[in-house]
């Protein structure tokens, strides 16, 4: 069965955008000096800008973005917002088994910073602690929660296993057997956060330069370093790079992620009683336990966000706004949420879009400085960066600072991931990766391939 007709009036634009949005700011024109320059106006970007005028607020602290703040993976995310720092328990207990009691105890203290930040600063977000289900449709997967849950209780994460009517109670679906709640997990509107915290950086001091593409670094053997624009230089002491998935501007960090598109719709709004017919009566987000996985939530308007599965990556690290766009991956998306929800299959989408997320060979984000201490980097959140970016930022400004702390101590922060291998390896590589994973949601087996990757300590599991 087709679902084009469910797509024929949906807008290609995010959600979350597709609203007043601020007044672009002016552009860099003329030379400037500044104590701290920042190339990216996302959420690493104004964390760090943000956090910096905390620390010192004489500090000069420059903002440069390239488009305008929350127009990339700031403003088009889902909205999911995660206390994890390493991309999830497992993922982080696989990689750092001696430290992720630690790891944990850093992702949470920054996540609850998080929503004190958000409430101080009166940032109108949308904020909502109501926790994530992630949910089981095969025997493997259950056996894969039931492990999860083990773990949590381990490691002190709060979490409980949702079978039958208590899962019932969270969703009512006839793909999912068994759930696993995470309760220190939220939501919110990804763009207004943005917005929120450029308007609380612009308060604090900080200057952002708006559509000012950062091209060039130049960093001579001492003193200050350059930064090269379309319309002007900007002369700083310390840089700090957020830029995502663009370029880095540093060669060293080539190899160090992926872009990876990832893609979302929206549905036109429902009414309460179509949402309690599956069950759906709480704030609480959901994502299924594949490996290609989709992740779900309602909006403030009871809409509902189903996005996720596919994850293309293109030859050569490609970045193009034409990608945002894949009329396969929508169609597909749709088909996927009218086998969820059975009820909902008459349900018409309003948005469809796609956005970019900077992936890592360890799933999580990294840091670390160049150029004598006078760059810091903090990069690679892959798709679950909401809270980490603010970790990423703190992280950052140790660096900078020259701090030794307990944020840069772990070993995630001291080594750097493994990079990815050059053309045509990478593209075949990440083809093969794909086409595992997809068997193994099918058959619950990990083939050959993804054994290798295991003993690389490569990952690859989501």
Not at 72 to 87: D, E, K, Q
Not at 135 to 155: F, M
Not at 231 to 258: C, D, F, G, H, K
Not at 276 to 282: E, H, K, S, V, Y
Request: aromatic share 8%; glycine share 10%; net charge neutral.
């Amino acid at each position: 069965m087709s679902h084009r007709s469910h797509l024929a009036r949906t807008a290609a634009v995010p959600f979350w955008l597709d609203r007043d949005r601020p007044a672009p700011l002016p552009r860099l024109t003329s030379d400037t000096r500044c104590d701290l320059a920042v190339v990216g106006g996302g959420y690493t970007g104004l964390w760090t800008a943000l956090l910096a005028k905390r620390r010192r607020p004489d500090l000069d602290v420059l903002v440069v973005e390239q488009e305008t703040c929350g127009h990339a993976a700031s403003g088009r995310n889902g909205g999911f917002c995660s206390p994890s720092i390493t991309h999830g328990l497992a993922n982080g207990a696989e990689r750092w088994p001696a430290e992720i009691g630690e790891l944990q105890r850093l992702g949470l203290a920054n996540f609850d910073a998080m929503e004190r930040d958000i409430d101080a600063l009166g940032i109108d977000c949308d904020f909502r602690r109501a926790g994530k289900v992630a949910l089981a449709a095969t025997p493997w997967q259950e056996d894969g929660l039931r492990s999860a849950a083990a773990l949590a209780a381990k490691h002190g994460e709060r979490a409980t296993l949702l079978e039958g009517s208590d899962l019932r109670e969270h969703v009512d679906s006839p793909l999912w057997s068994v759930g696993l709640m995470v309760h220190d997990y939220a939501t919110l509107d990804p763009a207004r956060l943005v917005w929120g915290l450029r308007d609380a950086c612009l308060r604090a001091g900080v200057r952002i330069a708006e559509r000012t593409e950062v091209t060039e670094l130049v960093t001579p053997r001492r003193g200050r370093v350059r930064l090269v624009t379309p319309y002007a230089e900007v002369s700083a002491v310390q840089v700090a790079l957020a830029t995502n998935v663009y370029r880095p501007l540093l060669r060293r960090l080539a190899l160090s992620w992926i872009p990876v598109y990832d893609y979302a719709l929206v549905t036109e709004p429902l009414t309460r009683d179509r949402l309690a017919g599956i069950g759906w009566t709480g704030d609480h987000g959901l994502s299924d336990a594949g490996n290609q996985f989709h992740y779900f939530r309602k909006t403030p308007d009871d809409r509902i966000l189903w996005g996720g599965y596919d994850a293309i990556y293109h030859w050569g690290n490609r970045v193009d706004e034409a990608l945002t766009q894949r009329p396969e991956t929508f169609e597909k998306l749709a088909a996927q949420f009218a086998e969820a929800f059975p009820s909902l299959a008459d349900v018409p989408f309003s948005h469809a879009w796609g956005g970019v997320i900077d992936s890592t060979t360890r799933f999580c984000m990294f840091a670390g400085t160049a150029s004598g201490g006078r760059i810091g980097y903090a990069l690679g959140f892959t798709g679950l960066g909401v809270s980490a970016t603010r970790y990423g930022a703190e992280v950052m400004l140790d660096l900078l600072a020259g701090r030794d702390t307990e944020r840069t101590r772990p070993a995630m922060i001291r080594r750097p991931p493994v990079p990815f291998p050059p053309e045509p390896v990478r593209y075949l590589g990440v083809q093969a990766t794909r086409l595992s994973l997809n068997h193994e949601d099918r058959t619950g087996r990990r083939n050959a391939w993804l054994r290798l990757l295991d003993g690389l300590g490569l990952g690859f599991d989501s």
